[in-house]
């Protein structure tokens, strides 16, 4: 069986606990094989909001990077298939990458990502994922947002991302703060083709 891949971010917006608890759900699942870049930001909030090390975040993933770390496979288009720039809009066809994910994605990921400036790897990848046709999911974690965070949001958009801010979803009842996070673990994994059940369906 052929593992797809699957590249995620976790960089420096309160939250850190989406992205972790992402790399829980795939750890335990034979099918996906991930690549981890934490941020130099993250690793502060890791320290914070969560009772990880960031050893032990970085433990959960099959492949991890330094952020700094341009030359890693991940920020190569051959990782992606190579098959070079597709029109906006239409997927690469190598079976075996999903996309990536950043999750959670701080305003100055953001920002780096819709404004093509890949100064470090997480948005260098992620650059590199919308060039060759391929799923980012943003899952930006702020609020209020001013008119400057929504043009960001535009532009990340116009150039393919998907914006994923994690609304909790309140029809299914959620018991627990474990509860809203696995949902919206549970919605980015289906967004990116990987069936869970992680969340409740509306059934109407």
């Keep these: 069986m052929q593992r797809r891949q699957l590249i995620i971010g976790i960089s420096g917006a309160s939250g850190a606990v989406y992205g972790i608890r992402l790399l829980e759900v795939l750890a335990a699942r034979p099918d996906v094989e991930t690549h981890l870049v934490v941020s130099q930001a ?101 609020t209020p947002l001013h008119l400057g965070h929504l043009r960001l949001m535009v532009n990340a958009a116009e150039i393919g991302a998907v914006i994923f801010p994690p609304v909790p979803a309140l029809y299914g009842h959620p018991q627990s703060v474990s509860e809203l996070v696995d949902a919206t673990v549970g919605r980015v994994l289906a967004r990116v083709g990987v069936e869970n059940d992680l969340y409740s369906r509306w059934q109407g």
């Design 42 to 142: 993250a690793r502060q909030i890791i320290a914070h909001e969560t009772e990880h090390t960031v050893a032990q975040v970085e433990a959960l993933a099959d492949h991890t990077y330094a952020p700094d770390n341009l030359a890693a496979t991940i920020a190569s288009g051959s990782f992606f298939g190579g098959y070079g720039n597709p029109p906006h809009g239409v997927r690469s066809q190598s079976p075996a990458v999903i996309g990536m994910v950043v999750a959670p994605c701080s305003i100055k990921t953001l920002s780096a990502i819709a404004n093509s400036y890949a100064a470090d790897l997480m948005s260098r990848a992620a650059d590199v994922a919308l060039k060759e046709g391929h799923p980012l999911v943003l899952v930006v974690r702020e």
